[in-house]
């Protein structure tokens, strides 16, 4: 399903990830573990478009992955990711703040609000969670 293969990054001469693989296969779930400075979140930034990598390559679903390929690109071929630092907008509805740059569009382009609500409430009470998603994140 994923295969990084060969990836290597440096950032100001100094190289932070030399030659490393990384696969998953179809309805495997992978830790990554190791110690601060290991890399970990380097080449998951990589996947997912945050940095552009040295060396290597990236295929998810059979097809490669170009080389400095946007998050918004790699969104849209169904990888992204979810950060540690994870910052929530206050002053934007709990809805917005699940779908912040992904929100469910109309025919016109326009963001469909009810559409991000019932997605965004079916993903809340999947997690067991009593939150309006029409809510302000700061109430």
Do not use: W
Not at 36 to 51: P, Q, R
Not at 58 to 64: L, Q, R, S
Not at 109 to 129: F, P, Q, S, T
Request: hydrophobic share 40%; glycine share 12%; charged share 25%.
């Amino acid at each position: 399903m994923l295969q990084m293969k060969g990836i290597s990054k440096s950032f100001f001469g100094v190289e932070v990830l030399h030659n490393v693989d990384f696969s998953v296969d179809k309805g495997e779930i992978m830790g990554l573990c190791g110690e601060n400075g290991a890399g970990k979140s380097t080449l998951m930034k990589i996947l997912s478009g945050v940095h552009t990598l040295d060396a290597g390559e990236v295929g998810f679903k059979g097809a490669g992955i170009r080389r400095g390929a946007t998050p918004l690109e790699m969104q849209r071929v169904g990888v992204s990711m979810i950060h540690q630092e994870l910052n929530l907008l206050n002053e934007l509805y709990v809805a917005q703040n699940i779908f912040l740059c992904r929100e469910p569009r109309g025919g016109m382009g326009l963001i469909n609000r009810n559409r991000m609500n019932e997605e965004a409430a079916r993903v809340l009470e999947k997690l067991g969670e009593k939150i309006d998603p029409r809510r302000k994140v700061r109430d």
